[in-house]
Structure formats: C-alpha cells, structure tokens
C-alpha cells in the first residue's frame, strides 16, 4: 500500500518537473521564438537586397529562392534541451525529483517546444503560400519537398515537429552520456560512431547503391518522414532514460 501511495506521489511531480523547463522563461520560450522572428526577417531582408543588386527593381517577383532561415530556431531548441541536461537536470536532483520523473517532465516539454515550432513553422509556410512568398518570392518555410504531397503544409508542420523532438533528444541524450561517462569515453564512442557511418557510406558506395537511396529520398513525402523519423525518436528517448538513470550531475 505504501509502496502504490510512493509512487503516486512520485508521479504526482511530474508537472512540475515540466514546468522547472520552464523556470526561466526566456531560456526554452524567448530566446527560440526571438530566433525564429529574426532569421525570418534577417533571410527577407537578404532576399530583397539579392533583387536589388540583380537590378531588376521594382519587379521584385523573379524566380523563387528559397532559404534555410527555418532552421535557426530549430538549433536553437536543440541547445536548450542540451542546457537542460547540464543545468536543470542538477537542479532537480537538489530538489529530490527522482531521474524518471525529471525524464518524464523533460520529454513532455520538449514535446510542447518541438508542437509549437511545428505549428509556427506550417503557419509561416502557410502565409508564404497565400502571399506569393510576401510578393517577392522568398520562401524560407513554404519548401516544396515538404509542403508538397499528402496533407500539405499540415504535413510539413508534421514533420518539422517530429524532427525537432527527435533532435532534442539526441542532444538531450548525448549530453547525459557525456555527464555518466566522462571525455574520454565519450570521445572513444563518438570516434566510433563515426567508423561505423563511415563504413556503412563506404559499403553502399562500393555497391553502388547511391541511385537506390536518392531514389528512396526522392520518393519520400513529409508524412513518410514523419513516420520514419519516429523510430529513432523513440530510440533516443529510451537511451536517455537508461543514461540518465546512473547519471550524477557535474559539481560546480
């Protein structure tokens, strides 16, 4: 009986292992949404000056280009799940937070930030379409190999948020094992990482099997991305808890 009520209140702080996430709120909310609005506006303001130097004036809709503006605030949240790791994981062990509830709480944010980011980034997408890329055919959201297909630029919110997520926990989960293992070993275990993609590239090139995979690439629409980038967000999730489990916060 006791053991069930132990439990209960274990789980009982999840929610506010989630909101220590947020404790700061610049840090997880301010900082990304203030990178996206400025890589936004930092990538139009670049695309207005290429027409101008191209002298075509006024008659600012060319031919359409397209930027990777989108990514920086991706980045951006990929460093603040790697900042919880170092900063609010020690900070929840003062608090006596046990590691699967802190884990918990921390997925669940992330899951939040990497749903927001989806949706702004569908929404920016969306008024890149309706506006013509704002009348001067910039796009740094409304990318075809994304928003065309099934479902559209949903779709592409889709897949941008499943990404995010997956890359949050692979920062997540790569900054705990650097905390459990030490240098050393996390160097011996990114060298072999490395080895091991560099022969798994060696293997298809010798096989000439590039036109294979670009051909598989090609065939692909965000749903079907979406749906192959869950595997390894889940795997990742489940190799941050193992981590985590024996992880001991760095001293300051």
């Not at 207005?48 to 503006?69: C, K, N």
């Not at 890149?128 to 990318?143: C, K, P, Q, R, S």
């Not at 990482?193 to 560099?198: H, I």
């Amino acid at each position: 009986m006791s053991a069930v009520a132990e439990q209960r209140s274990s789980f009982a702080r999840v929610p506010a292992a989630f909101r220590l996430q947020f404790a700061v709120p610049g840090t997880m909310i301010g900082v990304p949404v203030l990178v996206f609005v400025a890589a936004w506006a930092l990538a139009l303001g670049i695309v207005v000056w290429v027409h101008q130097v191209d002298d075509r004036g006024a008659d600012l809709a060319a031919e359409p280009i397209y930027t990777g503006a989108s990514q920086a605030a991706l980045w951006c949240l990929v460093f603040m799940a790697a900042y919880s790791a170092t900063h609010a994981f020690p900070f929840s062990m003062a608090l006596s937070y046990s590691r699967r509830v802190f884990v918990i709480g921390a997925f669940l944010a992330f899951a939040a930030l990497s749903l927001g980011f989806g949706a702004a980034y569908a929404l920016a997408a969306w008024i890149e379409d309706i506006t013509g890329g704002y009348g001067i055919e910039a796009y740094n959201f409304d990318l075809p190999y994304l928003t065309e297909g099934p479902g559209g630029i949903l779709s592409a919110g889709l897949a941008m948020t499943v990404v995010c997520l997956m890359l949050m926990l692979l920062a997540f989960g790569v900054t705990m094992f650097y905390q459990r293992v030490g240098l050393l070993a996390f160097w011996a275990a990114l060298l072999g990482t490395v080895a091991v993609l560099a022969a798994a590239v060696m293997l298809v090139t010798v096989n000439d099997g590039w036109g294979t995979v670009w051909e598989w690439l090609q065939n692909q629409t965000a749903l079907s991305i979406s749906g192959w980038l869950m595997l390894p967000t889940l795997g990742f999730g489940v190799l941050s808890y193992v981590t985590i489990r024996k992880s001991v916060p760095a001293s300051s």
